[in-house]
């Protein structure tokens, strides 16, 4: 969910209609015109139009980015990550009512990756190169405060690539999943132009991804840092001491589906 101080930021995107979870992929082009078509037609693609934006069109993306380059717990808590809401103290999936529920979910992560697209071109020199870390803990901290308290970064330790998991349970029928979103995939690519904030929607905990990164190794994440790390370790960490072993975050984040609505104290 989205907490309803946010709602207003967010267009309604035409998702796919999905009847049964499979793992497939979302085509990010599709979902960055629709974008286009209502934000005035920028182009991600161009880097100098990206940073000629007024500071008035930034000011509307780094809302949704209210996460970005935020790290120490304070600085969350003054966010209001954990006001009326109880603390979640150890990973979690949140628990959906159906597929379009979750299409709709996804289209709503898309939109924060998307923002947080533009505003990490305008500040990080030669963004996407280099800045998987930060990106994915951007999005991380930026998913947290605004609702999606089971977003977490996962980090291939081997081959030093980052990027974001959102784990989720699906009431009927039962299904467990992953929503992967990869904010600098677009870096991944040497013979060809990369997807730009690729999403792949996982069926279970177990996926390839496989680019030019690497040699074609299988980035595939060792480690998670989830809002409850944050809360043990009073800052969002990039080393892996601070991190869990995937299978075991993903193991207690389908024991623990959480209703986001559910949340208030």
Not at 127 to 152: H, T
């Amino acid at each position: 969910m989205v907490f309803n101080d946010y709602k207003h930021l967010f267009y309604d995107l035409e998702m796919p209609q999905i009847d049964e979870l499979t793992s497939f992929s979302l085509i990010p082009f599709t979902l960055e015109r629709q974008v286009t078509m209502q934000n005035g037609g920028l182009d991600l693609s161009s880097k100098p139009k990206l940073k000629r934006l007024s500071e008035k069109k930034l000011k509307h993306y780094r809302e949704l980015v209210p996460g970005f380059d935020i790290r120490d717990l304070e600085d969350f808590s003054e966010l209001g990550l954990f006001r009326g809401y109880k603390k979640i103290k150890e990973p979690c999936s949140m628990l959906l009512g159906d597929m379009p529920e979750l299409m709709s979910k996804i289209g709503e992560i898309y939109q924060i990756a998307y923002a947080h697209y533009v505003v990490a071109a305008n500040e990080k020199s030669g963004f996407p190169n280099f800045w998987c870390g930060d990106s994915g803990r951007n999005i991380a901290a930026s998913s947290w405060v605004m609702g999606f308290l089971n977003a977490a970064y996962v980090l291939d330790d081997p081959d030093d690539h980052g990027y974001n998991a959102f784990p989720f349970t699906i009431k009927e029928p039962h299904t467990e999943g992953v929503v992967i979103v990869d904010p600098t995939s677009d870096q991944l690519w040497e013979s060809r132009v990369g997807p730009r904030n690729m999403i792949l929607v996982i069926s279970g905990k177990e996926w390839v991804y496989k680019t030019s990164r690497s040699f074609g190794k299988d980035l595939f994440p060792t480690h998670a840092f989830h809002i409850g790390s944050l809360l043990h370790a009073d800052y969002f960490r990039h080393e892996t001491e601070y991190m869990a072993p995937i299978m075991e975050y993903f193991a207690e984040a389908f024991r623990n589906p959480v209703d986001m609505d559910k949340l208030k104290d």
